[in-house]
């Protein structure tokens, strides 16, 4: 139904979770060129290969294990686009993984980790996950793993690695897992801000 909407200025829909629409007018229009829409998804090869038949570009949740892992599901992603005829001068693809940042790795790292830790096993009780151990945490910021918690030269090769290997024409930085204390969450804003991305950018344009 969003694909109708944001083509279509009047809508008839039929479907399985709210009431039918007929000959209904969507007011406000989105952009000239549309409402940019993406795909999230975690390791569900059918939703890759449904986003790659729509021609959609997805963002991938890393947030767990090796980022590494994920390879194949890039590849399918862009097989399936490829094979459904879109453009792949628009092809975009992005990734989604929980971030911390500080101007020291290790106390960053020592100082986060009660506090994400915390947050995994609330998620977790309703999942029925074990108890989050350190050993998990400390390979998630290896340079394998899933989070991106460190100082930033560090994660500025991190980053420029995932983009390297999966083509990434985006990276979601999420930072509030666990709700850190403001000032620290301000203070990691800050060096994404300021020392990460313009760092990954100068990187980018000089490649």
Known sequence: MLLKLRSNPVINWTGKFRKSLINQEIFPRATENGLPIWIAVGGTTSSVIRAGRLGLPVMFAIIGGAWEQFKPLFEVYRQAYEDYGHDISKFQVGVHMHSFFGD??????????????????????SRGWPPYQRTQYDFGRSSLGHLIVGAPEEMVDKILKIKE???LTRFAAHMDVGSPAHKDMMKSIEIYGTKIAPKIREALNNA
């Open 165 to 167: 290997t999966f083509g």
């Open 104 to 125: 020291d790795s290790q106390s960053i790292a020592d100082s986060y980790y009660p506090i994400y830790a915390a947050q995994m096993n609330r998620i977790g009780a």
